[in-house]
């Protein structure tokens, strides 16, 4: 029952991770230790679980698909982003610098807990590093897109956002940031539109169906090089995290109201000369190193503990 609890926990973890704009669910499974299992009870759905469930029945199946185990963290994941996702509406509306300070020092620490897990930097890692950070930096400098949310678009965002959840680096909600679409979706979730909803979960389960074999590929034949490439894809992340931005452009959406479009990062001091708002510099540094805290002592208690 301990386990359990513990696996519940975890799910909660990997669903805050992916409501907010910064740190993926796969991260949260790395750093939590479960991982592993995790791609490997999605793999399992395929022909031959049904196989077992034909010949040896529905128990057969359950155990090969480790059911338990996914249940119980997707019961954790459901109930983090039903519960959250008022709350990220309201703090990022209110408190953006220091929402996203948070998030700026749990990406940054997590970039350094997947560093640590390659063994030997090489030339070619050290490439593939700086590859992935530019990478990141040139897209996440782009203007978000802004797509309306038909049944199409809505299926995609679902089939996309979803390969976050079990990729360490890439935070789900990030992408949807990317495709326009997060907003959306956690209004979505915040107002129960099932419709909405449904569409959304469809394209989750077949993107994470059909991402979880590539993964599983990359990771079993370069290992050290996919996790080079995460690892400079979320420094060159942090780009878009960036506490204190000065909008450059807004637009309108489709309820009516102006919302920025072309954002640049400056100084926290240049923001409150810029913009006459306070920077918060004293809590956003604050929040930075506790989010760095976390992923730190979540890291160092799950090495004792294993």
């Known amino acids: 029952m301990k386990d359990y609890i513990a696996l ?18 796969g ?19 395929n022909l031959k679980a049904l196989q077992v ?18 249940v119980t963290l997707l019961a954790g994941i ?18 953006p610098i220091l929402l996203w300070a948070f998030f700026f020092g749990l990406i940054l620490a997590s970039t350094w807990l997947i560093m640590t897990h390659i063994d030997q930097w090489s030339s070619s890692l050290i490439s593939t590093f700086v590859l992935g950070a530019l990478l990141a930096f040139i897209i996440t400098s782009l203007a978000p897109a802004q797509i309306e949310p038909t ?26 940031l990317l495709m326009g679409m997060y907003a959306h979706i956690l209004a979505a979730v915040k107002g129960v539109d099932v419709q909405m909803i449904a569409l959304f979960l469809l394209g989750c389960i077949i993107g994470i169906m059909s991402f979880s074999r590539v993964l599983s590929y990359m990771f079993s034949h370069f290992r050290q090089a996919t996790l080079a490439l995460l690892a400079g894809f979320m ?21 009516g109201e102006q919302v920025p479009l072309q954002q640049e990062n400056v100084l ?26 976390i992923v730190v002592v979540m890291e160092r208690y799950q090495a004792a503990k294993g």
């Open 8 to 25: 519940f926990l975890k799910g909660m973890l990997m669903g805050a991770a992916d409501v907010v704009p910064g740190v993926s669910g």
């Open 27 to 45: 991260t949260i499974a790395f750093i939590t230790g479960i991982y592993e299992e995790l791609i490997n009870t999605i793999k399992s759905f």
């Open 53 to 70: 469930l034909f010949k040896e029945g529905p128990l057969a199946c359950w155990k090969h698909v480790n059911g338990t185990f996914l």
């Open 78 to 95: 459901v109930a983090s982003i039903v519960t959250i996702a008022g709350g990220v509406l309201y703090l990022l509306d209110n408190y």
């Open 151 to 176: 049944s199409t678009a809505v299926f995609f965002a679902g089939a996309i956002a979803i390969c976050a959840m079990i990729l360490p680096g890439i935070s789900g909600s990030f992408l949807l």
């Open 235 to 255: 420094l060159g992340s942090l780009n878009k995290v960036w506490p204190w931005k000065y909008t450059l452009a807004y637009t309108i959406n489709r309820h």
């Open 268 to 293: 926290p001091w240049s923001f409150e000369s810029m913009t006459g708002q306070p920077g918060f510099l004293i809590g956003a540094v604050v929040l930075m190193l506790a989010g760095s805290a």
